[in-house]
C-alpha cells in the first residue's frame, strides 16, 4: 500500500469516528510547545546559567571561612607543584641552550677547519 493511499484511508477512518476534531487540536498544540521551546530555550538557557552562577557566588560568600579553610592545603600544593614544574622546565631549557651552543661551536670548528685546509 502506498504512503499516500495510507494517509488517505487513516484520515477518512479519524473523520467517520470524530477522531480528527480531537487530532488538530493536538497538533496545533505541538506546534505552539515547539515553537515556544525554540524561542524560550535561548533565554532560558542564559537566565539559568545567570541564576546558577548568582546561586553559587551567594553560597561561596556566604561559607566563605569554611571554604577558604578546606581549599588553602589544597591551593598550596597546587603552588608548590607549579613551582616544581617551573622548576623543571627552567632546567629543561637551560639544558637545551647548551646542547644548541655545543652545535653550533662544533659547526663553527668545522667550517674553521674546512676554511684553513683550503
Known amino acids: 500500500m502506498d504512503k499516500e493511499k495510507l494517509i488517505?484511508?487513516?484520515?477518512?477512518?479519524?473523520?467517520?469516528?470524530?477522531?480528527a476534531k480531537h487530532i488538530v487540536p493536538g497538533i496545533a498544540a505541538y506546534g505552539g510547545?515547539?515553537?515556544?521551546?525554540?524561542?524560550l530555550g535561548s533565554f532560558i538557557k542564559p537566565?539559568?546559567?545567570?541564576?546558577?552562577?548568582?546561586?553559587?557566588g551567594?553560597?561561596?560568600?556566604?561559607?566563605r571561612d569554611r571554604i577558604s579553610e578546606k581549599i588553602e592545603p589544597a591551593v598550596q600544593?597546587?603552588?608548590?607543584?607549579?613551582?616544581?614544574f617551573a622548576d623543571i622546565g627552567k632546567d629543561f631549557v637551560?639544558?637545551?641552550k647548551e646542547r644548541l651552543s655545543d652545535i653550533v661551536a662544533d659547526i663553527k670548528e668545522?667550517?674553521?677547519?674546512?676554511?684553513?685546509g683550503q
Request: aromatic letters at 8%; hydrophobic letters at 45%.
Open 110 to 116: 668545522k667550517e674553521e677547519d674546512a676554511a684553513k
Open 8 to 19: 488517505a484511508q487513516c484520515a477518512k477512518m479519524m473523520s467517520e469516528q470524530g477522531h
Open 33 to 39: 510547545y515547539l515553537i515556544g521551546r525554540s524561542l
Open 77 to 84: 600544593m597546587v603552588v608548590e607543584q607549579a613551582v616544581k
Open 47 to 56: 537566565l539559568t546559567i545567570f541564576a546558577v552562577g548568582a546561586g553559587a
Open 58 to 63: 551567594i553560597l561561596a560568600y556566604k561559607y
Open 94 to 96: 637551560q639544558e637545551q
